[in-house]
């Protein structure tokens, strides 16, 4: 799959992907994902519990992803149509206006956005236009990041810039921006790892994307996270998502990922148990998990519950 330096976390990534294996490493994380984003929906159904998850008991399938796979999606449509390495940010903001669907869960204002977009609006002016000219903070950028860093696995700095451009697409804030960044950059890591063979501490992986993440809320969450081991206090702390916010959401969502990289169902249940929001927090963490993992890493039973994802994206990769 790769040409592999020993090390390569803890020095410059030295290794070549090629096109196939940039996509084998982005499905994965789509997969996880998805899952996450699916299985972590159940627990907003009165009659499903936290609790039921940590004992093994699994909500009634199928389990319909929501607007966090949908825009996911529209991402690996975006990187597996192209051959270029810099990201299309006019195609990304076409397929997410063509393809949206108002029922998986999109907040009001991502719903007037993609509107005014698919109307003609240039994406540029939509995305500064949001909450009233500032732009969105919001963790949208985030929740769709993982499979973009999981394709740039040989450049944590490529990664990162490449984020930055996805996220602009429909967050002009700094925050919604940085969250992109923080979950890209984890995801890259968690990849590159895979293909190294080295699992970097959680700490370690922590602190790099901090490092790669622009100062304000959301660096300042990662840094927090650097020092916290417990999964009640990481929750308090750093927040779980009850805004819908990337600085009460990301460095959570990282934080999990970063002490269950080998775990996937451990990571999801830890999101799950956080509560908040849910299903961005395991979408999340599920696509930097599983960009470590694989997709053997995902329960077959899960893989199985959660709805298919839509046939646009396959057709994207043979096209």
């Known amino acids: 799959m790769t040409k592999k330096a020993s090390g390569m976390l803890r020095g410059p990534m030295t290794f070549t992907l090629f096109p196939e294996s940039r996509l084998a490493l982005a499905t994965d994380s789509l997969a996880g994902l998805s899952v996450g984003d699916a299985l972590g929906a159940q627990y907003f159904v009165p009659g499903n519990a936290a609790a039921d998850l940590a004992r093994g008991d699994l909500p009634t399938p199928p389990w319909p992803w929501t607007d966090d796979t949908e825009e996911a999606c529209c991402l690996v449509a975006v990187l597996t149509g192209s051959d270029e390495l810099s990201f299309d940010r006019d195609r990304f903001a076409d397929l997410l206006s ?3 669907d108002a029922y998986r869960g999109y907040g009001p ?4 956005m993609l509107r005014q977009i698919r109307e003609g609006t240039p994406w540029p002016i939509a995305a500064a236009a ?5 732009g969105s903070a919001g963790n949208g950028a985030a929740m769709r990041a993982a499979p973009l860093g999981a394709w740039h696995a040989d450049s944590l700095a490529h990664a990162a ?3 930055v451009r996805a996220a602009e697409v429909t967050h002009a804030h700094p925050e919604g921006i940085a969250g992109g960044v923080a979950v890209a950059v984890a995801a890259a890591m968690a990849a590159a790892a895979r293909l190294d063979g080295h699992r970097p501490p959680a700490g370690q992986l922590l602190a790099a994307v901090a490092g790669l993440v622009t100062p304000g809320h959301v660096q300042d969450g990662l840094r927090r996270a650097v020092r916290i081991k417990d999964a009640a206090e990481a929750a308090y702390e750093l927040g779980t998502g009850s805004r819908a916010m990337a600085q009460d959401s990301v460095p959570f969502a990282i934080w999990v990922a970063a ?15 956080g509560g908040g929001d849910v299903d961005t927090t395991a979408a999340m963490a599920g ?18 519950a959660r709805e298919p994802l839509p046939k646009w994206v396959a057709a994207s990769r043979e096209g």
Do not use: K, M, R, S
Request: hydrophobic share 55%; glycine share 10%.
């Open 161 to 163: 810039a490449q984020a």
């Open 287 to 304: 696509g930097i998990v599983a960009a470590y993992t694989g997709v053997d890493g995902i329960p077959a039973a899960w893989l199985a």
């Open 130 to 134: 949001a909450f009233d000219g500032q």
């Open 109 to 112: 204002g991502a719903v007037v």
């Open 259 to 273: 002490q269950h990289l080998d775990n996937y169902p451990a990571a999801i249940t830890a999101c799950v148990a």
């Open 98 to 100: 063509e393809q949206f």
